[in-house]
Structure formats: structure tokens, C-alpha cells
């Protein structure tokens, strides 16, 4: 199977992020195109004070909107990074997956990060697998992957993993390689596809670098720049 990596450059702006995605999606040939946390959300440098609502109305709703707009062009599997998503009870932190314009299935994030949990974003209650062709699918969206009852329940019932991560904070502790990504793919087996953004920070640019992972290594490492890698699996 074929999967397209999009490790995208935060453009600062909701609308340009969004098009630009619209863009590379629909230009790609792929069975599945992964992209970013929050990959829609100006961040580092650009960071917009916005309120949740605004959010939603601003980032969320046009993102999901868009989405299921590209998933009519696109062959395969869209699994659409996440989103602020706007729900009667609450907002969540949620990726969606589309496939010639019907939703998949959708993953609301279990385990929401202190920032996210001061903005009064939902904690998710729930973890998603689902079937396609190619075998069975796993969602986990950032920091889930360092908590392991979530990656247990998540990478013992999948094939493949797929992993959004949003921005890289500068402040980060350093570290060589994959360890979590290597962790979780040699403990059950399985293939951990981690999507990252790059972000501006005090004017430079920072990834931390996206990657595939399998139980007998990393097979691909992107480097430290917007890339679009379409890696078979």
C-alpha cells in the first residue's frame, strides 16, 4: 500500500493552511494521505488568540469542510490530521477519515494535553480501529502515543497506526530517533506512521520530523522541511 506523508509548513494562516492542503491532496495519488495535528491552526510565531467558538468557526468547520471536498477527488483514505471539532457537549481535539466523501470514522483524542485542558477542550472516551483493504487501521492523535492503556487498546486490534502530531514546542527535551514509535511497533507488530508539522519559532523552523516505523525499524524519516512522501508499505 502507498501512503502519502504531508509534513506541512504552518503557512500562518488558517485559510492559506487549509488551501494548501486542499491542494497537495488532490494532486496526490496514494491509498492513504496523512496530515498533521491541528494542522489547519496557525501556531509558534503565528499563534492566533482564538476562543474556542472562533476556532471551531475559523479552523474546525472549514477544515472539515474541506476534507470531505478533497476525499471526492482523492482515491483512498484522507485521514484529515484533527481538528477542533465543535460538538453539542463540548469541543474535541478530533480526526476525521473520509473516503469518497463519507466519513469513515472519527477519533476524538484521549489524552489532551495540559494547554488543552486550560482552553476547556473535551477529553475523548473512546478508541477507534476500522477496517479497509489493506488491513486494520489504528488512530492516536499526539500525546496518546505516550500513554500505554491508549496505544495497548489501539495497536493490538490494528495493522497500521497512523499518529498526527502538531508543532514541536522548542523547549522539548532532545532525543535521537523514534523511541515511542519503535516501542509501539515492536511490542504489537505493527506500523506506526507519524505525521508532524513544521513550525516557526522566534523567526526559524522547527519539525520533529515524521517517520514509518515498523517492528523491524524506521523505514523512512522525513527531515526537516515541508515534504510530501508517498512511502510503500
Known sequence: ??????????????????????????????DFFVLPEFFAIPGGDFKKKYGLEKCWQVTG????????????????????GSILEKAPEGYY?????????????KYRKINITKEEEDLNVSRGRETV????????????????????ETTD???????????????????HPKFEGHPISTQISQKHGVSVIKVTRVGTFGGKKLASK??????SGVIFEAGEEEELAIIEI
Open 93 to 105: 481535539n478530533t480526526c476525521h477519515v473520509f473516503k469518497n466523501g463519507q466519513l469513515v470514522a
Open 61 to 80: 468547520r472549514p477544515t472539515l469542510e474541506m476534507l470531505k471536498e478533497a476525499s471526492y477527488h482523492f482515491g483512498g483514505y484522507i485521514i484529515g
Open 1 to 30: 500500500m502507498k501512503v502519502a506523508i504531508y509534513q506541512m509548513e504552518d503557512r500562518g494562516d488558517a485559510r492559506r493552511n487549509i488551501e494548501q492542503a486542499y491542494k497537495i491532496i488532490i494532486q496526490t495519488e496514494a
Open 210 to 215: 515524521s517517520a514509518v516505523t515498523m517492528p
Open 129 to 148: 480501529c476500522f477496517d479497509t483493504p489493506f488491513g486494520r487501521v489504528g488512530l492516536l492523535i499526539c500525546a496518546d502515543c505516550i500513554y500505554e
Open 153 to 171: 487498546k489501539v495497536a493490538s486490534k490494528s495493522d497500521f497506526v497512523f499518529l498526527p502530531v502538531s508543532l514541536t514546542d522548542p523547549n
